[in-house]
């Protein structure tokens, strides 16, 4: 029934795209009957693709995958996102058309065949369309793996003068489910290890699902070098809710268990409401990680209070949590003295812009920190703009992201 009701409304994009720039085409071509094949051909093939995949694919089927589902299911997506979008100037154009005829039926000197599309209208939802499509094309195969290192210093009040310039490398949402290329991610674990840093953080997402997704990059995960280790935590897509599992099945359990020994097998500590210290010599600080937290309908495993527990508040303190949201919503409205807060999860929903002085993306209107440094009365939060991908199998604008977080002691 469902599925019904996605290709009837897919459907009916198709439909209302269609007639809304039929006479448009017609304008250009003589005979629009090789558009037309060849519009219905596509749209009709991708419907029996959609019904057919969705009738054999199994909710039990771990994603296993170094294949290119993603890229298909991509493609199909970014076809009808243009679609729909290029709709809109038509959807102007009919609201305007039905004041026109409102009007024409008070006015005897007119009549409602006269009230036609507006021309330029029309040509907008074509060009709308092919732009969009286009750039979304062009993010899947050039933006998907272009890997960027974003550089920040930061400055934390306290931090010992003696770890001026720690380097921490900050990585998150790896996704790899959707991650279809092994060369390509060793190329990032060899950018990573070329920084040499002191400290690596991953803050989760390891998989979109199950656990099986990371195994073939197991031993790329090994490779990730640092100085005073790799720290990792949860994101939401670590705890396979999005599959229909219960929490308490003994599926979902083996799943979980297998997750965190294949973090401790990739070499990252996973601090699950927990904190460490990390020293050098005589400097030391801490880091606390929590398990996931997001505001809204995520799911609420992160314990603040069980995570600081043993924790020395006369150190600087490094947090790590998966879902922005929860700097605001709790950390910020707790007692702790948490200088600075690592998060990830946003993705910068893959699109945007991004050049020096300037970001934007609609990211931001579901978080208002969405990528970088974020400021509020001596508390701060980086976020990282995630070096996977989920849904869209691309980037455009905001790149896979590998942050280089440079840590200062503030003056
Ligand atoms: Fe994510
Ligand atoms: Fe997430």
């Known amino acids: 029934m469902k599925l019904f009701a996605i290709i009837f409304f897919l459907f009916l994009i198709d439909i209302y795209f269609y007639l809304g720039t039929l006479s448009i085409i017609d304008k250009f071509f003589n005979n629009t009957i090789f558009y037309k094949l060849l519009y219905w051909f596509l749209s009709i093939s991708i419907y029996i693709v959609i019904i057919y995949v969705v009738n054999t694919y199994s909710n039990t089927t771990p994603s296993v995958r170094l294949n290119n589902n993603v890229i298909y299911s991509s493609f199909f997506a970014i076809l009808f996102i243009s679609k729909l979008i290029g709709s809109v100037p038509l959807i102007i154009d009919d609201v305007l058309r039905i004041f026109k005829i409102i009007i024409t039926l008070f006015n005897v000197d007119s009549h409602i ?4 599309r507006l021309d330029f209208l029309k040509k907008s939802a074509l060009l709308f369309s092919g732009v969009l499509f286009s750039t979304l094309l062009i993010g899947m195969k050039w933006g998907r793996y272009n890997f960027k290192k974003n550089y920040q ?3 934390i009040k306290d931090w010992p003068v003696a770890l001026n310039n720690y380097k921490i490398i900050h ?5 790899l489910g959707s991650f279809n290329n092994i060369d390509k991610f060793n190329e990032a674990v060899e950018m990573i290890n070329a920084e040499n840093a002191d400290l690596v953080v991953f803050t ?5 699902n199950y656990h099986e997704e990371a195994i073939p990059y197991i ?7 640092s100085k005073d280790g790799k720290i990792s935590i949860l994101g939401n897509h670590d705890y396979c809710d999005y599959v229909m599992l219960k929490r308490d099945s003994q599926e979902w359990k083996t799943n979980f268990k297998k997750l965190l020994e294949l973090e401790k097998e990739s070499g990252f500590d996973l601090l699950l409401n927990e904190s460490r210290v990390i020293s050098k010599a005589e400097n030391k600080f801490n880091i606390v990680g929590v398990e996931n937290w997001g505001a809204g309908n995520f799911n609420k495993d992160g314990d603040l209070d069980t995570a600081m527990n043993i924790v020395d ?3 600087p303190t490094i947090l790590l949590s998966h879902d922005p949201s929860h700097w605001k919503e709790v950390v910020l409205k707790s007692d702790y003295d948490i200088d600075l807060q690592l998060s990830g999860h946003t993705h910068g929903m893959q699109f945007g812009i991004e050049i020096p ?4 993306s609609p ?8 990528a970088g440094l974020y400021k509020i009365a001596g508390n701060q939060i980086y976020v990282n703009r995630g070096l996977g991908h989920l849904g869209y199998a691309g980037r455009v604008g905001i790149m896979p992201d590998i942050s280089v977080l440079n840590i200062r002691s503030k003056v």
């Open 113 to 116: 065949h006269d009230v036609k």
């Open 153 to 155: 210093d930061i400055f």
């Open 171 to 175: 990585i998150s949402d790896l996704h």
């Open 204 to 208: 989760g997402d390891l998989v979109n």
């Open 219 to 225: 031993d790329s995960l090994k490779k990730i070098k």
């Open 313 to 315: 508040d006369s150190l």
């Open 357 to 360: 002085g300037f970001k934007w």
């Open 363 to 370: 990211a931001k209107f579901r978080y208002k920190e969405w």
